[in-house]
């Protein structure tokens, strides 16, 4: 009876040894484009999958990924050989533009793959084994990818290219790795069980213990402190927090928003394109942008002779001026701080009412202020904190974001306890006019200082 012989199998993939090496290069991997906020956990997933042998993610913010199904023994979970992907190799030698290699391989087939700045596109690393399809092939990636400069021996126009380029790129971006099982992919739910069963494994067998060790320490204290006025601590302890705090005070915002509005948009044909006011440091920077009939004496010429220029090139300069004294922040005062009656009936509705012409406005929940707890020295010379009074309220910040155009922020009402961290406005002529579209877009980032509630 007549033996048959054993046909070869066809692989879909090359492997190609690197001289001087045990090491491999594989061509014609699969590529896949990952979306999610874990990129490397989505490709290890992917991978896992479609059941692939090892998988190649070049970075952690890459959004391909190459899949690979090995036959033979490089599915052995160890071999001598380590595995790199030519295309990814391909990839970090070209990491600007668009480039295509097109490669005669010793079986007479063909390697063609496709890089966009630095990344694998999909379906663009592939080994033809017909020269009619290979044409074909490349072909149409050289219409979908019209820029693209062509690599290798295919082509008659392309540049010169050799596979032993791809060994100094065989590194820890391009090597293979296995898609074996991974911490990384079990489920954050479950990550969730157990970390909610140890935390109450922890707070059942502690939270006997703390209760007697605060009752007792809170026992110690009570008995240990002296006679004081705790209230008149506290007192002079946020009064000297208060001095350190710089608010709006009567004048309001209308004086700052005058210093950008007084900003020249083009002096000396030099053209605005935003204006930055710190006003805690009292310093104001607009930003300027050269025309073509520009030069820095028509600038200088322009401005007021006491602001500050620097130019920064050739095309941009930069003028800061001091914000005057008279429009820099005021000093808190304590009796001004609104409570939370006041925000929620008062201020609060006036922002609504203004909403409409503004772009956004955000207004985060009460926070802490930094107060120094003030303490009193004990009759062992140790000093203890004072227990703060029920009836003694402490401030409170309140984050305020604005984004709206410059003549919106006119009718603005802020509380004098308001304190202006950054005053931004850009300024786009082309914009055209709306209720919440301006040529000055202005940016509002400050505090409101509050009584807590």
């Known amino acids: 009876m007549a033996r048959r012989e054993k046909t070869p199998r066809r692989l879909s993939y090359r492997l190609v040894a690197i001289p001087g090496t045990s090491n491999q290069l594989v061509l014609g991997m699969r590529w896949q484009t990952i979306l999610g906020e874990d990129l490397p956990k989505e490709a290890l997933r992917l991978a896992r999958k479609v059941k692939a042998t090892h998988f190649v993610h070049s970075d952690a913010r890459s959004p391909s990924v190459g899949l690979l199904i090995a036959k033979g023994k490089e599915r052995l979970a160890k071999t001598r050989a380590s595995l790199f992907s030519a295309a990814s190799a391909f990839a970090q030698m070209h990491r600007h533009g668009t480039h295509i290699v097109a490669l005669s ?96 494994k922890v707070w059942d067998i502690g939270m006997s213990y703390w209760e007697e060790r605060q009752a007792r320490i809170a026992q110690e204290m009570l008995a240990a402190q002296p006679d004081v006025d705790s209230a008149t601590l506290w007192k002079k302890a946020i009064t000297a927090w208060a001095k350190t705090a710089q608010t709006l005070g009567e004048p309001g915002l209308a004086p700052l928003l005058q210093q950008l509005e007084s900003v020249p948009t083009a002096p000396g044909r030099w053209k605005l394109v935003e204006v930055d006011c710190q006003p805690k440091v009292r310093s104001c920077v607009a930003k300027y942008k050269r025309t073509r009939l520009a030069d820095n004496r028509t600038l200088h010429a322009a401005l007021p002779s006491t602001w500050k220029i620097a130019h920064v090139d050739l095309e941009k300069a930069n003028a800061t001026w001091t914000i005057p004294a008279a429009v820099a922040a005021q000093p808190m005062v304590l009796a001004d701080l609104p409570d939370a009656r006041a925000m929620r009936q008062l201020w ?65 009402a802020l509380p004098r306890t308001s304190e202006v961290t950054q005053l931004q406005m850009r300024f786009t002529p082309d914009t055209t006019p709306g209720l919440t579209a301006s040529a000055f877009v202005t940016t509002l980032k400050g505090t409101i200082y509050v009584e807590s509630p």
């Open 105 to 200: 391989l010793p079986d007479k087939s063909v390697w063609i793959a496709v890089t966009v700045a630095g990344v694998v596109q999909a379906g663009g690393d592939t080994v033809i084994p017909d020269a009619q399809a290979a044409q074909r092939a490349l072909d149409e990636a050289l219409a979908r990818y019209g820029e693209a400069q062509v690599h290798g021996d295919y082509f008659t126009q392309s540049l010169p290219f050799s596979l032993q380029q791809l060994a100094a790129h065989t590194n820890q971006q391009s090597s293979l790795r296995r898609a074996g099982f991974s911490l990384a992919m079990v489920s954050p739910f479950w990550w969730t069980i157990l970390g909610l069963f140890l935390v109450y």
């Open 348 to 412: 609060e509705p006036s922002w609504q009412a203004l909403s409409p012409a503004l772009g956004d406005l955000t207004l985060s929940p009460p926070g802490p202020v930094p107060i120094t707890v003030p303490n009193i020295k004990l009759a062992n010379g140790l000093e203890q904190p004072v227990i703060r009074p029920k009836e003694i309220k402490l401030p409170a910040t309140r984050a305020i974001v604005i984004n709206a155009p410059l003549r919106s922020l006119y009718g603005l």
